[in-house]
């Protein structure tokens, strides 16, 4: 593999991001945040990326805080050995969540701590069969982080999340399906392949309505009806003005399929 710790491929409108750590099942160090950090900003950015989905390489997504650094953090005298919280743990999931185009996490093998609240904080999840997701915080003398706290109890409500994060069990990858954690499973080999097709698809769907409904979705998760109501009503109107929705009612009308272009 490439000493980068952090691939990046684009194909068809998709920009596949792969966690590169292999030996050390892609914990994070600082390196790795940044480099995540910055790729997804620019992966945001980029119009001609209107999909990404991230995974990681060899046996496992990504098992969390790299704990090399974190004892060395810890030993160091800092008066705030988790600051990364702040400046890379928390932008990250912002950014994976706001971003106007849809997010897939590929979990191609164990999914720990921080790298299982990334997968969370993505649109959808694919997940290998040998897949598994773990909230090992308590154990460690920690609280949830990386937004865990808010996206687990909305994928698999509130009781459950709190299971998962008081006792640190394991989530094998059929109960994660079976509890809504994640969309599918599929085999091990597979799970890249079926991500990268799924956001393919995406890609050439109207992605400035994609962006729009996250964002709806977004504010609703803790907005009152009332304020959801209004944020719909002006993705309404801004969406009704767009190149795709002229589109898409006249494929419909036409009995055609549509081409979106994004716009």
């Not at 598994?132 to 915080?137: G, I, L, S």
């Not at 709190?162 to 994640?182: D, K, Q, S």
Request: aromatic share 4%.
């Amino acid at each position: 593999m490439s000493d980068q710790v952090l691939l990046t491929e684009d194909a068809g409108g998709v920009r596949t991001l792969t966690l590169n750590r292999p030996d050390s099942f892609n914990s994070m160090t600082t390196h790795l945040k940044e480099e995540l950090l910055a790729a997804l900003r620019a992966a945001a950015e980029d119009e001609s990326v209107r999909a990404v989905v991230l995974t990681g390489s060899g046996r496992a997504f990504c098992a969390g805080q790299d704990l090399k650094e974190h004892v060395a953090a810890l030993t160091s005298g800092d008066d705030s050995p988790l600051r990364t919280v702040e400046l890379h743990y928390n932008p990250i999931v912002e950014t994976i969540t706001g971003m106007g185009k849809p997010v897939i996490a590929a979990v191609n093998g164990t999914a720990a701590g921080a790298g299982a609240s990334f997968a969370y904080a993505c649109d959808l999840r694919i997940a290998a069969r040998g897949a598994k997701f773990m909230m090992a915080f308590a154990g460690i003398g920690l609280t949830a982080d990386s937004g865990a706290s808010w996206t687990l109890p909305r994928l698999i409500g509130y009781g459950r999340a709190m299971e998962i994060m008081l006792l640190g069990n394991p989530v094998t990858a059929e109960e994660a399906l079976n509890i809504g954690m994640v969309n599918q499973v599929v085999d091990d080999d597979a799970v890249l392949s079926t991500a990268v097709a799924l956001a393919g698809r995406l890609a050439t769907g109207p992605t400035s309505a994609y962006a729009e409904i996250k964002s709806a979705m977004l504010t609703a998760a803790s907005a009152d009806l009332s304020a959801a109501l209004a944020h719909e009503g002006v993705g309404q109107n801004k969406l009704g003005a767009t190149a795709d929705h002229r589109e898409a009612v006249d494929a419909f009308v036409n009995k055609r399929k549509p081409t979106f272009t994004g716009h």
